[in-house]
């Protein structure tokens, strides 16, 4: 059976030091997400996709901070 999505992007932190010119600006608490809302999200969207891609927005950040 073909899935609907080719793939599905899970932001599991929207923790960034960037600025980039296509993100949206918020003022959303700063966090990451916990290994129960993990597995909740793939449970709801694996039947969607064959391809859950993990977007971590600026990977430099997890090592200078």
């Given amino acids: 059976m073909k899935k609907r999505f080719n793939r599905i ?4 932190t929207n923790k960034c030091n ?6 949206k600006k918020s003022n ?3 966090k990451e997400m916990t ?3 993990f597995k909740e999200v793939i449970s709801k969207i694996k039947d ?3 391809t859950i891609c993990l977007h971590v ?4 950040y997890y ?3």
């Fill in 9 to 12: 992007y899970v932001e599991i």
């Fill in 18 to 23: 960037l600025s980039c010119s296509f993100c």
């Fill in 28 to 30: 959303r608490l700063l």
């Fill in 35 to 37: 290994v129960t809302e």
């Fill in 48 to 50: 969607y996709t064959n």
């Fill in 57 to 60: 927005k600026e990977n430099l």
């Fill in 63 to 65: 090592i200078l901070n």
